[in-house]
């Protein structure tokens, strides 16, 4: 007599979701950036985000201010990539710094993706979780961009990226994914108005819409992350005349 197996459609969700999440997982173990005689990093080859995506993007975030701001100091820079991967490395808490080539690489790759400034991505993480990936917020929020799982579970059906639950927001790469994709999502429901999707990341768009229609601003969550951009291209700069010594 034959038997028969039957294989549930969760166990084989569950399978797929483990198996999409493995390369990254062994990326991130073996990850290990060469370096030279000196210490100096070699061999990091980092997408690139191109010149023009960073400016417009940089000039929505900062309106009139942009033409006193250093970012276009750092457009010119060719090693703008591996200069946000030292930034990146050292806000990095001391047991995942292996993991800062992977984590460069991705802000890198959905910036460019979705028309936006690393600069920025960068900001939002290091105001959100201090680049804990293990962070966990006081409502349920994880990760690098403390993203909570329903927002999560909504943006990854609109993107069509594969979401195992929870445990998806603890892989780096994913919670930068879904979070850069939150972004773009608010970013356009909010026609390109900074104040308002930066806001709306960390309030909700339906609480944005509330304080506007009382005439009132949300200035407090977006001023910090805009701290945190113009303090990274303050370090951006002061690291190009470094390197360039």
Not at 44 to 63: C, N
Not at 161 to 173: A, D, E, F
């Amino acid at each position: 007599m034959k038997s028969s197996i039957v294989i549930s459609r969760g166990f084989i969700q569950a399978v797929t979701g483990m198996i999409a999440l493995l390369p990254t997982f062994i990326i991130f173990q073996n990850m290990k950036p060469t370096q030279d005689v000196f210490g100096h990093l070699t061999e990091l080859k980092f997408k690139k985000v191109s010149t023009e995506i960073r400016r417009s993007h940089a000039t929505e975030l900062l309106g009139s201010k942009y033409k006193k701001s250093q970012v276009e100091e750092t457009l010119k820079l060719k090693n703008y990539q591996d200069l946000l991967f030292k930034a990146v490395q050292n806000e990095l808490p001391a047991q995942y710094r292996n993991r800062a080539q992977m984590i460069t690489q991705t802000i890198l790759k959905e910036s460019q993706k979705y028309e936006m400034d690393p600069a920025f991505v960068f900001s939002i993480i290091k105001t959100e979780s201090r680049f804990n990936p293990n962070a966990k917020g006081s409502k349920g929020e994880i990760g690098l961009m403390q993203l909570m799982p329903e927002t999560a579970r909504y943006i990854a059906g609109k993107g069509g990226y594969l979401y195992q639950g929870p445990k998806t927001l603890r892989n780096p790469v994913y919670n930068i994914k879904l979070g850069v994709r939150y972004i773009s999502y608010l970013r356009e429901k909010f026609s390109g108005h900074a104040t308002k999707y930066v806001s709306a990341y960390n309030m909700g768009p339906t609480n944005v819409n509330r304080l506007y229609k009382k005439a009132q601003t949300p200035r407090l969550y977006a001023t910090r992350v805009m701290k945190e951009y113009r303090d990274l291209y303050s370090y951006l700069v002061s690291q190009a005349g470094v390197a360039s010594n």
